[in-house]
């Protein structure tokens, strides 16, 4: 499933082409994805003017000056293509592309700058979905999610609140969206590996009597802010099914310390272990035995 880097890389490739854009027409070629499209969703979007993306978790959502935001979630295997009239500058002739089997959703839009727009979302496995809703505060897909680990309320004390008395595991405790919003698998694996810190350890232990972080949470709450911009800066990872909104592949895999690399060796200097695997609340994890003991 994309991640926080992915869906960030998605946003940022599709804001240029619908930020200022009027939607002309929305086609559907089914009537639900993962859920069925809310029944007012192709007249919500319809004649309305696109605000400024924006990211929530693993959210993409499109703010319509009506007030009203679309969300869309990508997924196991969502992502959106982009068929414009005007690309990095350069006009050329629009000619509208036929539909390919799982393009589920196709928005045509006109923006000021880039003409005929058409965004076209596909999903082979339609795990993906997408919504309309009022108010992010009241957003039910909001509810009780913790803060963005790239924004200002995200800090080793929080963590240090949040992980007080907790005897779950430090890899379960981060996966919680309930702590900190849109961490998944793939960059908890790297930001504990990179921290050194045991996937098994209780997230308890990496806080102080007194409820402060310790040393090794300042670190992992740093960790987690460089390996995400890192992860960003290259353009999300490619596992499988991800692609950007141009249909380059991520290339941060390419970078991986941990994930995927079990039976391998560790890339720490005059570290003789292999990378091992373990499984976690069903979900793989990566990790150093020697390095994160």
């Known amino acids: 499933m994309p991640e926080l880097p992915e869906v960030e890389t998605v946003k940022n490739g599709l804001a240029p082409f619908m930020e200022g854009a009027l939607i002309e027409k929305v086609v559907l070629n089914r009537e639900n994805l993962r859920f069925p499209f809310p029944e007012q969703f192709v007249s919500s979007l319809e004649g309305q003017t696109v605000g400024q993306l924006r990211r929530r978790a693993k959210y993409v959502i499109v703010p319509l000056l009506s007030a009203a935001n679309m969300l869309a979630h990508l997924g196991m295997s969502g992502s959106f293509k982009i068929n414009a009239e005007t ?3 350069a006009a050329r002739k ?5 539909p390919l089997k799982h393009d589920h959703v196709i928005i045509e839009l006109t923006h000021p700058d880039k003409g005929h727009v058409e965004v076209v979302y596909n999903d082979p496995r339609r795990f993906g979905y997408m919504d309309l809703f009022d108010n992010e505060a009241t957003c039910t897909h909001f509810k009780g999610m913790g803060p963005e680990p790239l924004g200002n309320q995200f800090s080793a004390h929080h963590l240090a609140e949040r992980f007080a008395n907790k005897r779950t595991s430090i890899k379960s405790a981060l996966l919680d ?5 849109g961490l998944g698998n793939i960059y908890v694996c790297e930001a504990l590996f990179i921290a050194k810190i045991d996937p098994r350890a209780e997230a308890q232990s990496l806080v102080k009597s007194s409820g402060v972080p310790t040393s090794k949470l300042d670190v992992l709450a740093t960790t987690i802010v460089s390996v995400l911009k890192e992860a960003i800066e290259a353009g999300g990872s490619t596992l499988k099914d991800f692609k950007h909104a141009d249909g380059e592949l991520g290339y941060f895999q390419h970078r991986f310390k941990t994930y995927g690399r ?8 005059d570290c003789q272990a292999k990378v091992e695997r373990i499984t976690q609340s069903g979900r793989s994890t990566f990790y150093c035995p020697n390095c994160q003991s």
């Not at 969206?177 to 919003?181: C, K, L, P």
């Not at 079990?262 to 200097?269: L, R, Y």
């Open 87 to 89: 690309v990095e500058g």
């Open 262 to 269: 079990e039976g391998e060796p560790c890339v720490t200097k």
């Open 94 to 98: 629009f000619v509208p592309q036929a």
């Open 177 to 181: 969206q309930r702590n900190v919003a």
